[in-house]
C-alpha cells in the first residue's frame, strides 16, 4: 500500500492502522475470507474517510 498508493500520507495512516489492529490480535478470530475482506474494507474506510474504499475476495 504504500509503495502505490496515490495518496503517500493517507497510505501510511491505512497501513499503520491495520498493522496495529494485527498487532493487537483484531484479526485472530476471523474465520473467513469474506469476513476478512469486509472487517479490512471497514477499518480503511475509517482511517482514510473516503467511502470508495473497499476490499473483495474471490475464490
Given at each position: 500500500m504504500n509503495a502505490n498508493y496515490v495518496l503517500p500520507?493517507?497510505?501510511t495512516k491505512m497501513?499503520?492502522?491495520i498493522r496495529a489492529?494485527?498487532?493487537n490480535g483484531e484479526y485472530d478470530q476471523v474465520t473467513s475470507t469474506a469476513?476478512?475482506?469486509e472487517l479490512i474494507g471497514t477499518h480503511l474506510r475509517e482511517v482514510s474517510h473516503p467511502s470508495r474504499h473497499?476490499?473483495?475476495w474471490q475464490e
Open positions: 500520507d493517507a497510505a497501513n499503520s492502522a489492529r494485527q498487532k469476513s476478512f475482506s473497499s476490499c473483495q
